[in-house]
């Protein structure tokens, strides 16, 4: 299989990577307020990433570089239908090396409540790193943090 991780750019890649997390995130979860023109996805030190198998997109994340070593990944989602079929710890561990290329070696991430068990297991734990974030869309999130690559 040929994974790629790509930074959002084209105009089809913008819409497979709105279209998966509307559905995913929103749409699945009984939501219709997503809104794909939030100026946060085109920020400079934001990364709006998109999975992709054999050039299907399938799944999409966006790594916040808070250039200090650290970076908040945001909004996971893998397509409904390829859900626990091993392609979020792909994209986990390609979001990590993307990280480690930025300078990142610290990850930040709000968890939504039934999404805690599949960070574990990619080696995250919680730890409250910004309460200010657990409003809005992560209301009721578990914060966790994960160190990658040398940490000395």
């Not at 909004?75 to 090396?97: C, E, F, K, P």
């Amino acid at each position: 299989m040929g994974y790629e991780l790509a930074k959002v750019s084209t105009e089809p890649d913008w819409q497979a990577y709105h279209a998966l997390r509307r559905r995913v995130l929103w749409e699945a979860r009984g939501r219709h307020d997503y809104d794909a023109t939030r100026p946060e996805e085109l920020a400079v030190s934001n990364h709006p990433l998109l999975l992709k198998l054999d050039a299907r997109p399938i799944g999409t994340t966006r790594l916040d570089n808070l250039e200090d070593g650290r970076g908040i990944v945001r909004l996971v989602a893998i397509a409904a239908d390829l859900q626990r079929q091993g392609h979020g710890r792909v994209l986990s561990r390609l979001v990590d090396d993307y990280a480690q290329r930025l300078g990142i070696s610290t990850l930040l991430v709000n968890a939504a409540p039934d999404a805690t068990g599949y960070y574990e297991k990619m080696g995250w734990h919680a730890c409250i790193w910004d309460e200010v974030e657990l409003t809005g869309v992560a209301s009721g999130a578990k914060q966790m943090v994960k160190t990658i690559g040398r940490t000395c």
